[in-house]
């Protein structure tokens, strides 16, 4: 809204991300599904170097990546052991989000453009009634109370 305002777009009104509560919402899991799923920690979405970098951070711990063009990561020797390189449907996710203890939401970052937006997977993973774990987004911040409906984090 800040940069549609910037320009003079004053009626310009943010109508913010959801999900689909048929497809979103908790599942059961089989065992074989709990097992090839299960991590302390998850992350589901593509490469991107900002997220390779955070990911980084914490490959010392039980930590799944799954998305794709994460082999683009692989001269991050850190993480070379911890992506799937995989585009994968709705089911796949909410299994995922399932079966992890806490589910990691990171958003992407270019260079030349900021991104402030409460990410489709807070909410998708939310839905799932995940622990949800999301960077310090100006749009979540506006939606949702830390410690109360998920944990903010600063990079």
């Known amino acids: ?5 910037g320009r003079g777009l004053n009626h310009a009104r943010w109508v913010p991300f959801g999900c ?10 089989t065992a074989k599904e709990r097992t090839r799923y299960a991590r302390d920690i998850v992350f589901v979405g593509s490469f991107y170097p900002n997220r390779a970098k955070l990911l980084s951070s914490i490959a010392d711990l039980d930590l799944q990546i799954w998305g794709p063009y994460w082999s683009k990561a692989k001269e991050l020797s850190l ?15 909410v299994k995922i989000y ?6 990691l939401v990171v958003h992407y970052q270019s260079p030349n453009v900021p991104c402030h937006q409460a990410s489709p997977k807070l909410f ?12 310090n987004q100006k749009d979540a911040r506006a939606l949702f109370e830390s410690g109360r409906h998920a944990v903010f984090f600063r990079r």
Not at 1 to 5: L, V, Y
Not at 79 to 93: E, H, P, R, S
Not at 98 to 103: D, L, Q
């Open 79 to 93: 993480l070379k052991n911890k992506f799937i390189d995989v585009k994968m449907n709705y089911d796949q996710w």
């Open 1 to 5: 809204m800040d940069i549609f305002k």
């Open 20 to 29: 689909d509560p048929s497809v979103h919402r908790p599942v059961e899991l």
């Open 124 to 135: 998708e993973a939310m839905a799932c009634q995940a622990c949800v774990f999301v960077d």
């Open 98 to 103: 399932r079966a992890a203890k806490i589910v």
